[in-house]
């Protein structure tokens, strides 16, 4: 059974710093990752999706990436804004016929002016 | 519409009462999903949809949960005889690529 970790569960950085958010997955055998947003109260925003051959991808100031033989991914958030806080969950989609994601338990960021 | 919506966003009800919440996917997509998130935790998976039938119905907890789908698009998750654990968001999700899934803002259950 795939289970996905993410560290730290909470992280407070003030405004303007780089930071990393960290997704771990037991199963290697993913068919993508996906990287999304969800706001206090509101429903999942997707922000990236890794396709398993790929190393990373880029959206703005995010860069996502995935090394399938270590069982991690990363998200990369450049000049962090107060406009970035929110939680950040990773989700992993394994390969064959199962077409659940399984999801991580989310890091909560908040950003200080 | 250009989302997922879901029905109601909240919805307060007693031990022991039957409830149904809506999903109305984005128009297109075969694929819909039913998750549940409990506080501070990701959500976790119930049931999948392909069309009319339930490819994987393995996340639902126990035979008082029961979705469905009868024309395709709209999907109704129905809870018979709640109770206090159940209190929860119920996520709605849709797709047309696999694994790529749009989320509706979820329907959140209270059960006193």
């Known amino acids: 059974k795939q289970e996905v970790t993410q560290i730290p569960a909470a992280l407070s950085v003030p405004e303007g710093e780089n930071l990393v958010l960290n997704c771990s997955f037991t199963?290697?055998?993913?068919?993508?990752l996906q990287w999304f947003r969800q706001d206090p109260g509101k429903g999942l925003t997707s922000l990236l999706l890794?396709?398993?051959?790929?190393r990373e991808q880029t959206s703005g100031r995010l860069n996502a990436s995935l090394d399938k033989s270590s069982g991690r991914s990363t998200l990369y958030i450049a000049a962090s804004q107060p406009g970035d806080s929110a939680t950040y969950l990773c989700a992993a989609l394994l390969s064959g016929s199962a077409r659940q994601l399984t999801f991580g338990s989310g890091t909560q960021l908040t950003v200080l002016p | 519409g250009a989302g997922v919506s879901q029905t109601p966003s909240n919805k307060v009800t007693e031990k022991g009462k039957y409830v149904e919440l809506r999903c109305d996917p984005i128009?297109?997509?075969?694929?819909l999903y039913w998750y549940r998130q409990s506080l501070g935790q990701g959500p976790e998976f119930l049931i999948y949809f392909q069309g009319t039938g339930a490819a994987d119905d393995s996340g639902l907890p126990n035979d008082r949960f029961f979705a469905v789908r009868p024309e395709g698009s709209v999907s109704t998750l129905k809870i018979q005889r709640t109770e206090r654990g159940d209190s929860a968001v119920y996520l709605c999700?849709?797709?047309?690529?696999?694994?790529?899934?749009?989320f509706g803002e979820g329907s959140r259950l209270t059960v006193l």
């Open positions: 199963d290697s055998a993913i068919y993508n």
């Open positions: 128009s297109g997509h075969t694929a």
């Open positions: 999700a849709s797709s047309l690529i696999p694994g790529e899934l749009f």
């Open positions: 890794i396709q398993s051959s790929q």
